[in-house]
DNA sequence: CTGTTAGCGCGTTCAC
DNA sequence: GTGAACGCGCTAACAG
């Protein structure tokens, strides 16, 4: 009955499907017991030279690797972390998303992810199944609502979240100063003359619009007329507002992100209107392309990548890794104004039809 | 002894932390065994309705949901594909995930992703260890050297390459025809006229930039010379490159990808070279940034999704999932060449430098 | 220091 | 149509 694994491929050998050798067949091959082999590997215990050279060398020639699914289901933990994101084409969620997988990397976890397509219904369930494969969850930008991330927090055992805060901060997060930077854009913006301005809205039901908004209200005056514009997270959906946007008779466009922005700039040109010569743009994030583009963008500066590395620490002292159990840490990164070349003074006369305005 | 988990759910309570519920506790608030739970759950035998309506009530009320790393030990598959990427920030490779997604996802399958970070050497490692986790791994634009491929090729049980193929097509793979592609624009540049242009090179151990070298070849003669550029694969790499493609004298440049021509178009218009007036600038794969920018860019188009979504088929059909060994299939992808607006017939003059050239 | 034993959560045999 | 028992690969507890 000692019919092993090497025996078996040898068999096989012509469908050349080498099976997974199993940590028994290391014990064998190396003399001694699947426990040796075990602390071996992971060093819990100490183990003479004599054998553990032994082991080594059968497990580099059978090319054996754990089985985490095993080890997972043992030790009651994958060493993962999920990673839900609304769109990983979006730039900005890709860096977010490198800023996780370093970080995690370093502790030895694996990122799994999960796209929901920007359909917030699909947030709760990419969750749940994602942390059934992960000791923890990082949901970047939520939009689902209030009630269903609270009730989502109690399934997930070790839930955080970029850029959203839930109810009374019980879940940690991560976010971005959203309100201080749309400020700073606002500010800009009526230091160079404009009283006019287009906001294009994201999403509505993402916390970031709602912060965005607040520092809307709060710079909007008399003097600094803001028409909200609906248009989305996504360069399609700014290319398709920008008409919209330049209806309103606005001197200058603040797009919801850079990311808008772009598709936007695109849609401006295809009108003919000249940025910003005819009418000022600005982004936020501050994405890598931003500075490709032309004209480079006026942005608020978002250090991404420290943003899922925050979220990482975050995962792992909320008692993922050791014991240490805080929960409720909300974390805010800072976001700071860039100046670039796609805003200026606004031009003498207001533009109410982009053809008129090229007129 | 029978100290089990109910019993430390309750202990731990204050912590809020929800235990996850297993099989058993299902059974025992259905007042069945385990089995008839197990049988509901995967429908693999007839159950009475009775009893599953009880069943199906635990489910929902304890949220239960099988723990899938016992499911992968039992069965010994996880139900996940591992994707290994250059760089998810790239939107060329952004999108090829999202076939791949997509694809798994309606068979059930969840993905996990790695990222290299455009490290060739990481690769190898990459996909050995997500080989730990799921049970096949499709390998995008793979930089390692032919050896390690077939070394990989045996220790991973269902890889599938895109955009590569190994040694006499061991690997599945599936391919764009970067040669016809290239072709495509080669042709379409002599036709405008063009007589001298510089080709901006990808990564050298990648597969594609070698087929791109035989259309190169086969075009290049002495009514068509090709000065090669050595650059990279990314919006940076195409901003550093683009001087150096100038100096050449082009009177076109030729982008190893769109990504690439991103970071070129912007060094054109910092040196005030115009596009495609100056000189005309071609990308390849057409990803959806390029309709966006100014000028649109002629490029080759490549359906990334769909790309995704054959390595998935050939990952399925490779017996990851039933049993129908059908190896080392190569498929290979269609290469339209699109015509916009950011190539046109050479200036009169030759533009040796681009200072001068504007002038 | 090392080997033997038990069991993590699940699905799939067997008996009933 | 249903329940009890076994084992997937691994490691933490015990024995020696």
Known sequence: MWCNAAMDRVRTDAGARPPRATIIDVAREAAVSPATVSRVLTGTKPVSADLEQRVRDAVNRLGYRPNPA???????????????????????????????????????????????????????????????????????????????????????????????????????????????????????????????????RGPARAWSERARQRALRAASGPDFEVFQVPCGSSSVDGHRAADAALATGATAVMAFSDYVALGVLARFDELGVSVPRDVSLTGFDDIALSELLRPRLTTVRVSKQDLGRRAWELFASSGAIDGADETGRVVTASAELITRDSTAPPAGAITPLPKTAKA
């Not at 900005?92 to 976890?109: I, P, Q, R, W």
């Not at 609502?145 to 399934?155: G, I, M, T």
Request: net charge neutral; hydrophobic share 45%; proline share 5%.
């Open 70 to 200: 095993a080890q997972g289901l043992l030790r009651g933990a994958t060493h993962a972390v999920g990673v839900v994101v609304p769109d990983v084409g979006n730039p900005y969620f890709a860096e977010v998303l490198k800023g996780v997988t370093n970080a995690a990397e370093e502790s030895d976890f694996r990122t799994l992810v999960a796209d929901t397509g920007e359909k917030g219904g699909a947030e709760h369930d990419a969750a749940l199944e994602l942390s059934r494969w992960a000791d923890g969850v990082v949901l970047c930008s939520p939009r689902m609502p209030q009630r269903e991330l609270a009730k989502l927090a109690q399934a997930v055992p070790h839930l955080v979240c970029v850029n959203r805060v839930g109810r009374g901060g019980q879940v940690p997060a991560v976010v971005v100063d959203f309100e201080a930077g749309m400020a700073g854009i606002c500010r800009h913006l009526r230091e160079l003359g404009h009283r006019r301005v287009a906001y294009l």
